[in-house]
T-cell receptor, first 113, second 114 residues
């Protein structure tokens, strides 16, 4: 069974903390994505990576950075967490090519207090 | 720029009734379209996808969607709703630009009434 695994289901962090969200896929996919999901706004792309050490900004990259040192792992970093970053974060991966679907992890619900 | 709209943020149907979830897209080139489902506290799962092979696409769990270019629509249907269909449904469009960008609609929450 194909899998995208996010390291935490729930996280509570304090304002100003540096936060790491980890994502691992076992499908040898080239593309990996980080989205945030908020009610009424759907999924918004934060960052995307199409290869190791390669990254592209999505629609809402401010306040976030990413790291992809290995093909199977894609990390999202909140440099200094703020309350407006409280959200559901979803990691996804896909094979190269626009016809291929994305596979999603279970999501991490992050609360910043 | 591409975009996806889903009419109705919340839809309620009776068990056994027809399910119709609406999706319209805007795209300057032929799109690749997807429907995903999200059950409570889970990630998204692919229901079906349109990649220009056939306009009527069948997916899992009895769902299907029809691509209508003239209406720029890709509505999702199921003849008879089941309680287990209660979930959030997302329409998405993909286009090859500098990378494989996928844009999601805002989602429609489906409730099934016994």
């Amino acid at each position: 069974d194909v899998k995208v695994t996010q390291s935490s289901r729930y996280l509570v962090k304090r304002t100003g903390e540096k936060v790491f969200l980890e994502c691992v896929q076992d499908m040898d996919h080239e593309n990996m994505f980080w989205y945030r999901q908020d009610p009424g706004l759907g999924l918004r792309l934060i960052y995307f990576s199409y290869d190791v050490k390669m990254k592209e900004k999505g629609d809402i990259p401010e306040g976030y950075s990413v790291s992809r040192e290995k093909k199977e792992r894609f990390s999202l970093i909140l440099e200094s967490a703020s309350t407006n970053q409280t959200s559901m974060y979803l990691c996804a991966s896909s094979k190269l090519g626009e016809r291929t679907e994305a596979f999603f992890g279970q999501g991490t619900r992050l609360t910043v207090v | 720029a591409q975009s996806v709209t889903q009419l109705g943020s919340h839809v309620s149907v009776s068990e056994g009734a027809l399910v119709l979830l609406r999706c319209n897209y805007s795209s300057s080139v032929p799109p690749y379209l997807f429907w995903y489902v999200q059950y409570p506290n889970q990630g998204l799962q692919l229901l079906l996808k349109y990649t220009s092979a056939a306009t009527l696409v069948k997916g899992i769990n009895g769902f299907e969607a029809e691509f209508k270019k003239s209406e720029t629509s890709f509505h999702l249907t199921k003849p008879s709703a089941h309680m287990s269909d209660a979930a959030e449904y997302f329409c998405a469009v993909s286009q090859k630009t500098s990378y494989d960008k996928v844009i999601f609609g805002p989602g429609t929450s489906l409730s099934v009434i016994p």
